[in-house]
């Protein structure tokens, strides 16, 4: 019996916002997405937010560089037949565009 093999992908990108903003931002986007989270866990410096669609596991990574700069970084596995990185770079921009057009809480 041939086993599945499993292909992942990460990308990182850095945003000019607060780990917090940054965090709500992506939970948002994730909702509008579709994607379910499964895990969110977090300390003052560091989120961490385990999510996943029928055939992908997310994990996307945020930690604080500066008090308005964070590290994104998105790892996505995937079943071997679907090896692209559109979900991690639709998350990115989605991310961003939803930091863009929503005031930032003070």
Do not use: C
Not at 1 to 17: G, L, P
Not at 68 to 82: A, G, H, R, V, W
């Amino acid at each position: 019996m041939e086993s599945d093999k499993i292909n992942s992908h990460t990308a990182n990108q850095t945003v000019n916002y607060s780990v917090q903003w940054v965090d709500e931002a992506t939970r948002g986007v994730l909702d509008q997405m579709e994607i379910m989270i499964i895990e969110n866990d977090s300390s003052p410096r560091r989120k961490s937010i385990k999510a996943a669609t029928v055939d992908l596991d997310i994990l996307i990574e945020l930690s604080s560089l500066a008090p308005n700069s964070t590290l994104m970084k998105i790892s996505i596995q995937y079943p071997e037949d679907q090896k692209n990185k559109t979900t991690a770079n639709e998350i990115f921009y989605k991310t961003r565009q939803f930091l863009l057009s929503n005031k930032r809480p003070e």
